[in-house]
């Protein structure tokens, strides 16, 4: 594609349409809008996804609020606004923000994730299948549903399915089978993402949760556990990283 | 699926063609084949991919073998046969049991994998690229790039594309954004997934290597880069696990 | 026990007593009971002993309250109902779920856990004795002993016998030897199982605890410590874990 | 019982039939045997089992062989007697100290086990069931049955049934409930004990193994994962130790 | 020692004087008092030290009360009392005991340390000094300080002399060689003790202090560095554990 | 420089114009000073940098501004002085002692730092680049900025240029290669150091920061990460050490 | 600079002198060169030093002789040539390679290094001094002193002077002072970096070594160690990485 | 001491008696003998122990055999002479140095120590008791053993006196209590220490051997064990640091 574009460019420069000075500046040019303290890529949505993000954790709610109004203000036609690990202050000034521009922002508090949905097209082929282990898994659970929701899928999930009441999990077997993607939410022993990955079918990206005490060593064992799983269809991503795996079923389910 | 053959097999009890007696015993005959130290589960093939696989380590070249056999005898069409971190000796066991079977059993000696391909047909609908970053992460890529291929894939490398030398790997973005998912395969701190990540829309598989000395202690820096990428279409499989990408990105193809 | 219920459901259907539908409707309605947050699995109580527990750790009071109330409406008998990691706010929701329904429930502030005691059956066959080595040990100690107790055991406990003061232990022979099961519970060094094990000929139940500080590791050194013990009757639970060895200790006294 | 004893020797000094310093002697006369490198504690084979071991491993053949001649030797009625963690040499030299002596010394290759069977008496009340999820978890799992075995239990076995696979385990359940105490092997993830705790009433004793590559950590993954377990039936020994698993389990089934 | 009461008892049994019950009991009744949830180990100051001692942390300031109220109690010659990692409320508690009974109760509120000096002799045979290397090691250097003082020593100290400035501590080589036992105190990268160890010739205990960020992993990294040092006359203690230094410390200077 | 210091000294005593007790004493009267609980080092200043410091961390108010009062008191010229992980009720300490004094004191918020601007020269040769991945690295940017800047250096910085899109960084390789020392600033996968020391030939110090969640495990794995680099001109300083960083910067720049 | 090239290109392309196609393939042309299974980038070695270098470790001897095979071919003015981790089959590849070719490749057998010197032009400005702790530590040594050397750089050495022995340290004070950039090896505790930084102006680059047994971890613990060293002018490289260290002190080396 | 020197060389200078440039000679000319390759420094003997010292592990049998060479050759009276970790082919070539010069060299083959003893006096002041837990930690016991015993100490053993049969141990009281220091080895769970501590009134060195498997971390385990030891006279040293702990208990028995 770059090679494209600088064909394109390099003919105008020839043709005299364009003069070096511009054509420089042209290639220079990328798409992303500088705040000095965050390089807003609005071109990343349009690269890998159909919302645009930010991580509230280790910026101040006047940081995200500047970094979301930027995104209000791009042209590039009306994007999903995600916003993970905000607490309830973030979500006021995101508000104040986001007030009379739109669509209203939305605070899902379990998982501190606020949503601003700006285009409800659904963009993904089949079902993301949220499936948890335990109840105190559902935050990692529910940020996970949400990303690939506002991404632009159909989403359902099955929460309580832990393996040493294997008969829950086989319970809902069809379920299960529905799904296009799937993503396995588990603490402790994290044990969920094996059985699962061997009743099915298609790809489960499995997120350790930091549930658990003493030797759960704050998610690691599970984190652990999954990257050894016997099932050869899983992945893993980072611990209570919600997030992350919505974002890559939502990747996988535009294929 | 299981719930229809169950109100089938009720339907044959009800009509007085089955008795009792047989149903439990159907219900309970589950298509594997037992070996007593392995239970050969032809069905996996069926279910998960298009190639029985055998990991050799942990086991002696004559179990291999044993099992192998059990492969070549099943009657459900013809599948390719993947044998993973064999040696010579496994392979000339493996090479006994397929002679004058079929196809004969190649043995890839870098990344000490058999295959033994018996079904041509290709059922990924893109291009799976295999990404590498240094010449001693070779032997890992060659697992997942034979992985995915005797699973029915097209398949391409580009290797040497450490991120110290990023021009290398932006030489090579057409290649990059032609496959429909990716495995990226680097050791030390295992960077490059996060940055092909940046690069591509699709689905990219993470595989840390245990190349590296000292602080890269055995994969896991790696392992941990990888799993902290910043890229949100990356996941993570386990250490030198080529063979488990190699499965992941062909049921991510299959979709 | 599955086989003999499968052959007498298809017995009915033979029989003509029972259709096929409805048998199909039978074998997937397992005793569970669906919170949408939880999964109350009223006959794990059966399997698995005699109270119906909840973990108040990482669920809102009023999710602990409301899965206590699935609790005391099911009508399987009156169980004992355990609450662990629970604080005082938890304990009034579910004490005003209790209220005027059956015995009262108590809450154990060392430990955090909540009582309802309503089956005062002894169904242990002897003695459960728990052993722990310094007072920082007891509210760990203190939810063993709960657990064990209210799943119907004889329980006695002997506190404060660290290894450093072996005379302190070798004193109380008498009350070690007395005991079927013995749980044994320590933090910092965790040696306490080792001397223990080599007094008694009875399982002992091995629980670390978080007590100490900079090289214990929050745990970590006594768990390692009691899986590497030279007596070869001590098994491990995970680090603070007083209900698990409870548990078990229950469930081994059964037999 | 040390309280008893004292007393009847008080009785004999108080009757002047018995010296003090005599009494003093026969306090101090534990009954073990001095090879200067190791005590040989014959009564601890009376106190907590059924057989005499020895851990080859760390000590020299003929260290080993002087440890069994000395067992042999002695006259508290004919016990086992168990060599674990033993290679071919040392096996040699055992069977030339056994020879004439009684039953013949036999090696169990597979787990360097070396077991003399002189009591065949079963003690144990009843079935302790050995479950392991994969080939390479053999060795380990084997050591468990002999250690059960030669301590006087009835025993069985069921290999190769990883979670990924879920039906194969579930087609043995009848199995599973035949067992009053299970001993569950598992590497990678360690997984199985969890699954198979759900299914039982009994205590599962979980070892971890050192099988897998990688994240596995040397079995640390499973060891965590075990330790994490959500079935609260389920304690763990040390990795790989088979063995350990074996007597607990024995102990376990002599209540 | 046990054997020449042993032997005395059992005279006084031949000889009529005692009746084997009472010796049974003589016997059994060794010197410690219950407080049910603590044992008072009154023998141990006499055993071990020069002082009595609690650890606050992990008790509530009304345990801590009462074991130093059984203290202040007992019978033996007043004792000097140490109570270290104490709070405010604490010291208040331990105050109203201990009013009125003799000596005042200090708190030393840079280290948590309370003591109640009741025996002023002196009883180490040289000085104890204490070395460290940073401000902030400074509350750990006094708890090692004040134990070792109140355990009867005559102590000094030398304070930030790290080693990245080495001529501040060569220049009171004078101070280091008078010493009998140092205890030398350091966070970090715990370097000062190989330093100070290679400049004297009398034992060094080495303290690993929690100060320092990131890779000093809250002292660990100090402790492994210790535990390495090339100064063959370095031993270790625990992280933070001024008082386990000043204990050993006195025990040498002692003898 | 010692040497000839000594051959003058000896020379002076030698010609009788010093007292051999004299001599002594100039040779141990070392340039610092000292506060009991901290020695100033005004030497290092000259040796080491332009700057006097304190690390506020672990020190109370009182005593920073104790050290801090020293340092102005000095008569060696005046320093600029940098108080590094200070809070504001340090800072207003620091500002009493300071007011008055000379150029007022500035508190630099996001990063804690304050600084005493007394000299402005600049010795530092080139320019000393700041490069951070994310805008929750900013903190340690700053406080390596800063610490560069009060050492008598130009600083400039590049902010929010993560390897996960590589063109943001691209775009400024000006900006990079117009610095003569680069310090490049990241949590996470800390993969940046390894892209940036591909692009220019001047030192880079790596500093990984604590940022991130889960695996990122308070910044070990961007410290591993940066240590495995494969680019050969970068080295790593501690996590969060923004202020190290500067200085070796500033050493490295005054070459 | 790519800039200024573009520029270039782009004005040639105005002036009709390149054709578009040519000038992105200009673009594309960078300067390595595939051997398939590595790029050399003979480009790096001009950026970054003044040799080409190759890992062997990982790499068939055959590997290592076809990429110095294509660095002795390559025209860009003869660099020398640096083989780490090299043992005497890779030596003898390479110097058939090597033969006739120019100078001599010669082995360094302690640390497995092949140096060929092609070009001896002193670049760097003052003396690298390499020092070392214990004996063991040499081969870590000389891997970072010929790496110094081949790049250009004057070198010394200053070896077995670790910190327990601070007078054998101190008496080098001169040879220390002499250097422009210091780089320094320990294992075991790994001090030695924070006493010479305390004792220099200059930048120390720090290389902890794997010798040392149990609690050194393989090296960590002097990695650890180095990263909090209270020295302000160290950095850190990976554990046993001389050539890194090399390579960072001659990068310095040329400022 | 340094002082009192430095007074008398300048009185001498003062004097004429000695010039200024022989005077820094002097003062230079600190007693070690360079090898190039390690410094010899016979002063460490006279300062801290009666023997001097060499590591054979990381040095080349040569090495050994010259730093062996240079001790006999030293002319500071008699001393004994320690090479530990050695093997064979070390003690051979130490053998041939020594041959004819004096008494003869023994080689220990469990612990890999070689003594040369050249000076037969007791210094130590009391009795060093080396207690060890199993067979396997006696080459580690012995190495502790031979240090103390060629310091000039008289040394005893108590060997296989774990603490799972803590009457055997019990059975020695008498030997504990006669020891002035008592160095204790364990692997494992490394619990003995704990109990020796709590048992006697002297410093007790506690060593971690590696021993074990699986969750015994390679000595870790022990380790941490013994620094987390609820015995206040216990200090610990390395694992498998047999020489350590010697060197310390012979340090201690000296005073």
Tied chains: 1, 2, 3, 4, 5, 6, 7, 8.
Excluded: W
């Excluded at 509230?56 to 690990?85: C, D, F, S, W």
């Excluded at 319970?171 to 299960?176: C, V």
């Excluded at 759960?216 to 016997?230: F, H, P, R, V």
């Amino acid at each position: 594609m770059k090679e494209r574009e600088l064909r394109h460019l390099l003919d105008l420069v020839r043709l005299g349409t364009l003069s070096p000075e511009r054509a420089v500046e042209r290639v220079k040019h990328l798409p992303f809008e500088d705040l000095d303290f965050a390089k807003v890529d609005h071109h990343r949505a349009l690269r890998q996804g159909y919302a645009e993000t930010v991580l509230a954790k280790g910026k101040t709610p006047t940081q995200v609020a500047e970094i979301v109004r930027a995104m209000l203000r791009h042209k590039g036609g009306p994007q999903n606004i995600l916003v993970t690990r905000a607490d309830a202050k973030t979500f006021a000034m995101v508000r104040r923000v986001n007030s009379g521009v739109g669509r209203a922002a939305k605070f899902h508090q379990l998982s501190g994730v606020i949503t601003i949905e700006r285009n409800p097209e659904i963009v993904g082929k089949g079902l993301i299948l949220v499936v948890s282990a335990g109840t105190s898994d559902i935050p990692v659970a529910e940020e996970a549903l949400l990303t690939a929701q506002i991404m632009g899928n159909r989403v359902d999930h099955l929460y309580d399915v832990g393996v040493a009441g294997i008969h829950r999990l086989l319970e809902h077997r069809g379920k299960l089978t529905s799904a296009r993607v799937i993503i396995c939410i588990a603490g402790m022993e994290g044990a969920l993402p094996s059985v699962v990955g061997g009743l099915v079918a298609v790809p489960v990206i499995a997120v350790p949760t930091s549930t658990g005490y003493g030797a759960s060593l704050g998610g690691i064992t599970a984190l652990l556990g999954m990257l050894n799983s016997c099932a050869s269809n899983v992945t893993v991503v980072n611990i209570d990283n919600g997030f992350g795996a919505g974002c890559v079923a939502a990747c996988i389910n535009r294929l």
